[in-house]
């Protein structure tokens, strides 16, 4: 990983997370942590690589998330090129 993405401060942050136990604990978090459009934005890129890992168009996925297609080519490249998180995350949700 990258020394821009991961430090002190960022480790932190993860093990906070990595610390609630369910969904509303999540929601009580993100709500104090993020204002509502950080939080939209963040998932609205879940979103946008869900569907693009089921092989949806970019106009079907501008369509349904209402995400620029500057976002959607982003999140595109870290699907393609990126750590894997959202292969993780997506595996475990299926199981």
Do not use: P, W
Not at 54 to 77: L, M, P, Q
């Amino acid at each position: 990983m990258g020394r821009k993405f991961k430090n002190e401060n960022t480790d932190f942050l993860v093990d906070c997370i990595m610390q609630l136990k369910d969904r509303e604990e999540c929601y009580k978090f993100f709500q104090d942590l993020c204002t509502v459009t950080e939080f939209h934005a963040m998932a609205q890129r879940c979103v946008v690589a869900k569907m693009l890992s089921e092989k949806k168009v970019y106009a079907d996925i501008v369509s349904a998330t209402g995400a620029s297609t500057a976002t959607i080519s982003r999140v595109n490249r870290s699907l393609q090129d990126g750590a894997d998180g959202y292969d993780i995350v997506f595996d475990r949700l299926l199981k």
